[in-house]
């Protein structure tokens, strides 16, 4: 409806049903026309909350870097059940990626019988088969995938220039852009980490104030890979091991709250390079550039005042 109202010309605003102004409360009566009423009557006084859409060009490359995530996980889900069935069986199958290497693969496909030919006490052997068949699909359709939006990322100059920072890569960037889109749209810096859901919950009572978890609003799939590409940055950049080390003040168990940190602050900076159309610069560039600057000139002394002689 949207994008059918602004074809025609028409000022449309999408109502934000999770804001706190939206909420009903003690209320004997709920119906549609009640919802109109009280959407006019909040446009009408400036107090209506939306949202933000995408154009729809941005929306459908949003949901193919969704689909792609569904495929991998899909992907994972059947190399579960392989070694699922391998452990059933007692049979032992190679840890962790060496088992979907070719030579892994391979291993696998030679215990697999096809289910139509399968007696009673080799039906595990079927099932090893289309499993397979099913990994076979999956991957192939994950290539397909990967291909568009990698030709999709070599055109959009946003993407190449989120991937100049050490340690992100393409997946990463792509979901940056599509999920912010207009990045405009964020005043601050904490409304960027409010829109991931990466920011602590804020719990206060009378005197006492604290922070708690974070509050995991948002697009999942934007904090996922924030997080999972902040254990990267983390071992691959001076800067991002001495901003973990500083919060996490070795302690073992405070490392992965500042990892959640640095994902945080990684969202920041990606936001803050889109919005000024600047690629990646080192901390210790920044710091020294910095102080190339000429110093302020200190402030010149005023005279002292003249002293008058006072009458006896």
């Known amino acids: 409806m949207h994008d059918i109202a602004s074809a025609l010309c028409l000022a449309v605003a999408v109502a934000n049903p999770c804001h706190e102004a939206w909420r009903w409360t003690k209320v004997k009566r709920k119906t549609d026309r009640d919802d109109a009423l009280k959407l006019a009557k909040m446009a009408l006084l400036g107090q209506l909350p939306t949202v933000h859409m995408p154009s729809p060009a941005m929306r459908q490359k949003r949901r193919l870097v969704h689909h792609r995530q569904s495929l991998v996980r899909r992907r994972t ?5 392989v070694r699922s069935i391998f452990a059933q069986q007692g049979l032992p199958l190679p840890p962790r990626g060496k088992a979907w290497t070719k030579a892994g693969v391979e291993q696998v496909r030679a215990e697999s019988r096809p289910l139509t030919g399968c007696v009673e006490l ?25 291909a568009k939006l990698e030709a999709l990322g070599s055109a959009d100059e946003r993407v190449k220039l ?41 719990m206060e009572s009378g005197q006492m104030k604290r922070s708690g ?22 071992r691959h950049n001076a800067w991002a091991k001495a901003f973990v080390t500083r919060l996490s003040r070795g302690v073992k ?55 008058t002689p006072q009458p006896a």
């Open 77 to 81: 889900q059947t190399r579960n059940q």
């Open 122 to 146: 080799d039906l595990w052997r079927g099932r090893l088969a289309v499993e397979l068949a099913l990994l076979d699909a999956l991957n192939q359709q994950l290539a397909v995938a990967e």
């Open 162 to 202: 989120l991937c100049t920072v050490p340690g992100v890569g393409r997946c990463l960037a792509e979901t940056v852009v599509c999920h912010l889109d207009d990045v405009k749209r964020f005043k601050s810096a904490g409304q960027v980490g409010s829109y991931a859901g990466l920011v602590p919950r804020q």
């Open 213 to 234: 978890r974070i509050t995991r609003q948002g697009p999942s799939l934007l904090r996922g890979m924030l997080v999972e590409v902040a254990w990267m940055v983390y």
């Open 253 to 307: 168990g405070r490392k992965k709250i500042a990892i959640v940190a640095l994902a945080r602050k990684l969202l920041v900076i990606l936001w803050a390079m889109l919005r000024e159309n600047r690629p990646w610069r080192e901390p210790a560039q920044r710091e020294r550039s910095a102080a190339d600057a000429p110093p302020a000139s200190p402030p010149q002394a005023s005279p002292p005042p003249a002293l």
